[in-house]
């Protein structure tokens, strides 16, 4: 019989399907290292978005220039965003790759601007090496891998020797082929799995464990049904032993429930936000930090008066 805390794994809600370590195996992890500090994850932490690209699924070209992308960051500050994570390349499905030198030029001015005059540090979510060593030089303390280092193999190297921490996500394919193999057996088992790979490469590679984060690629080579089944069943991959990190914003599952477009899916992202942090995750990577602020603030209230 199910008692309360164990897990429903495979989404449906019926019951147990395979046997995760027990409860007390979950990692206690309180922190993530990142640069020199230890960020506390005992309380949630907002990731904002960034899009330094003309074409990104929902904000593309929203900021034209680093002017405009400093406005947005430091509003995002005050808003409550503990992380910005910054981008130049779409990996929206069928999105053309772009070359380094283009990624480069795109993010690197903002991210020099940025660590200047920003208090919290800034994130550069690329696939390439390159480009990782050039935002970590210039600043950047986090690198926001959506392949899990399975695109470029000189990624864990780069990061480990450039002292920068790595959120690594699940993810199969190119953003141009990743939706013909979303075909899973068992989608969380399968994602756990390929993430523990990504996990070990990045440790055998020398970044160093306590700043590694795990994200189980929310849209990336998966169906909104198959999300849907993940953001279930999260609880599932916590015998990882990392912190959690989810992206959820505005994206497609939203879309497949409700029928709204990218714009009106705030709702939506705030929903799927609150039921990862009530299975344990703790960071959320999302283009609206105000909302969502408020969303964990009014949840662990409720929490914290029910302890
Ligand atoms: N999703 C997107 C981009 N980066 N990084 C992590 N760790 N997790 C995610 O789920 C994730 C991510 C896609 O969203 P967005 O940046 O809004 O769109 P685009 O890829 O079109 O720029």
């Not at 019951?15 to 309380?43: C, I, K, N, T």
């Not at 190297?157 to 199969?172: F, K, P, T």
């Not at 990862?276 to 959320?284: A, C, K, M, T, Y």
Request: glycine share 12%.
């Amino acid at each position: 019989m199910m008692r309360k805390g164990d897990l429903a794994v495979d989404g449906s809600g019926r019951g147990e399907r395979y046997a995760f370590p027990p409860r007390s195996s979950v990692s206690p992890v309180s922190f993530w290292r990142v640069g020199d500090q230890e960020m506390d994850l005992s309380s949630p932490r907002v990731m904002g978005v960034l899009n330094l690209t003309p074409d990104s699924f929902s904000d593309g070209g929203a900021l034209p220039s680093v002017e405009a992308a400093l406005l947005r960051a430091r509003k995002m500050v005050e808003e409550g965003a503990d992380i910005l994570d910054v981008g130049g390349e779409s990996t929206r499905p069928g999105a053309s790759p772009v070359p380094s030198e283009e990624e480069i030029r795109r993010i690197l001015p903002f991210i020099r601007a940025a660590g200047a005059s920003l208090e919290v540090p800034i994130s550069v979510d690329t696939r390439k090496a390159v480009v990782a060593r050039e935002a970590l030089k210039a600043g950047a303390r986090i690198v926001n891998d959506v392949s899990g280092l399975n695109h470029d193999p000189g990624m864990a190297r780069v990061v480990a020797e450039e002292g920068g921490s790595l959120i690594l996500s699940h993810m199969r394919g190119t953003p141009a082929t990743m939706r013909e193999l979303a075909v899973y057996q068992d989608v969380l088992r399968e994602v756990g799995e390929e993430l523990g790979r990504s996990l070990d490469v990045a440790l055998g590679r020398g970044v160093g464990e306590d700043r590694i984060v795990l994200d189980p690629g929310i849209g990336f080579a998966k169906t909104p049904a198959q999300s849907l089944t993940i953001l279930g069943a999260l609880e599932g991959l916590r015998y990882l032993g990392r912190p959690l990190l989810v992206g959820v914003s505005r994206k497609s599952f939203i879309g497949e429930v409700t029928g709204v477009p990218p714009a009106e899916r705030l709702p939506g992202t705030l929903a799927a936000c609150v039921v990862s942090f009530l299975q344990g995750v703790r960071i959320f990577r999302v283009h609206d930090v105000a909302p969502l602020v408020q969303a964990l603030a009014v949840v662990r209230a409720i929490i914290e008066v029910g302890e």
